[in-house]
């Protein structure tokens, strides 16, 4: 198929794009270099840089390049923490950008989306692990903005035919030999994590040590982005035949802060000093996903179904490239 990769210099997007061109497929990625590195994207994908802001550059690129089977929409401000800060960027930008994409979508023909979602839709769940339709009630504007994203493709489904996968993962983590986690400034825990290996930082701060779980510390589910790159190539080559859909994706295991510094240490050999701080607001206790769905419609089987080997594939990458991409 010839797919669309909006976001595609960045972390999921590139090993996403990587995973496609593996598969067999053309990939064109769309990415405003923002966040993204132009060296994550693969030398056999063809590279186009364009804001998704700029409705009439996304329009010539359906034009250049015709024909596009589906769109993977990666391209998004992602962060819950900056989107408490910055409630705008989120509510109006990746809502405005997605609006722009489905418009040339739909008058080019294109009817496969698969929509980057998230976690952050269920900030207080009713059961556990989290099932598809459990209610949403989004944690911050950045997880609001991926709901208002998917209404949107509903309407486009009754409207246009558009056919949307919604994939919502959890923590998306882990790293390959040649692509990996490369953020500035970094968030994330795993790679904090490791730059704590690295002797680039100091101590980790766990965020709170009075949460209801085993330990204290908020557990989440960790899943490899190769696994995630994998189900969306799933999701988009069997979109025809299953339909518009919302699936949940994680490792259904949860793991603690404090579990997660442990099993570094294990794989990294270093001391990891950690301090503790106050919570962070937005962070539920504990989030673990139920991929119960998409296992049982796509036959989608993690790789990466356990801590160790995810934090393994991560210390490779992070040891490799101690300053990412400009390692
Ligand atoms: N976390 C932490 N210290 C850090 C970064 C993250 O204790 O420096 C915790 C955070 O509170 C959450 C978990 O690690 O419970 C995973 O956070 P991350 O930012 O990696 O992903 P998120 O859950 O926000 O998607």
């Known amino acids: 198929m010839k797919i669309l990769v909006t976001g595609g210099a960045g972390y999921i997007g590139s090993i996403t794009t990587a995973e496609l061109i593996a598969a067999g497929h053309q990939v064109i990625v769309l990415d405003n270099l923002y966040q993204g590195h132009a060296a994550a994207v693969p030398p056999e994908a063809t590279f186009v840089q364009a804001d ?9 690129v359906f034009e250049q390049h015709p024909h596009i089977d589906g769109i993977m929409h990666f391209a998004s401000y992602t962060l819950v923490g900056e989107s408490m800060q910055e409630p705008l960027r989120y509510l109006r930008d ?4 997605a609006a722009n994409l489905l418009e040339a979508a739909v008058t080019n023909g294109v009817r496969r989306f698969i929509l980057s979602s998230t976690a952050n839709l269920f900030d207080d769940p009713t059961t556990m692990p989290i ?7 989004p944690g911050s504007p950045y997880g609001e903005s991926k709901f208002f994203i998917e209404r949107m493709l509903h309407w486009f489904d009754r409207i246009y035919g558009v056919k949307s996968i919604c994939l919502r993962y959890f923590n998306a983590c882990g790293d390959t030999p040649g692509r990996g986690e490369d953020h500035d400034p970094e968030t994330h825990l795993i790679p904090l994590v490791l730059q704590v290996a690295l002797g680039q930082r100091p101590h980790i701060t766990i965020f709170g040590d009075d949460y209801p779980t085993r330990d204290g510390t908020c557990v989440r589910d960790y899943v490899h982005v190769v696994d995630l790159a994998r189900a ?6 069997n979109l025809d035949r299953i339909g518009s859909r919302k699936f949940n994706l994680g490792n259904g295991n949860g793991y603690s802060v404090k579990e997660v510094i442990e099993m570094a240490r294990k794989v990294t050999g270093h001391p990891i ?7 962070r607001p937005g ?14 419609e ?14 393994r594939s991560a210390w490779e990458w992070h040891s490799s490239h101690p300053h990412g991409y400009k390692s």
């Open 131 to 137: 099932e598809p339709d459990d209610r949403i009630v």
């Open 232 to 237: 969306h190539i799933l999701a988009m080559e």
């Open 298 to 311: 796509l036959g989608w089987q993690p790789r990466y179904p356990d801590l160790e080997s995810i934090m």
């Open 52 to 60: 998704l802001a700029d409705r009439e550059a996304v329009e010539q």
């Open 283 to 296: 962070d539920p206790a504990t989030l673990v996903a139920s991929s119960n769905t998409i296992r049982q």
């Open 273 to 279: 000093p950690h301090v503790v701080g106050p919570r």
């Open 94 to 97: 990746n809502l405005v950008n």
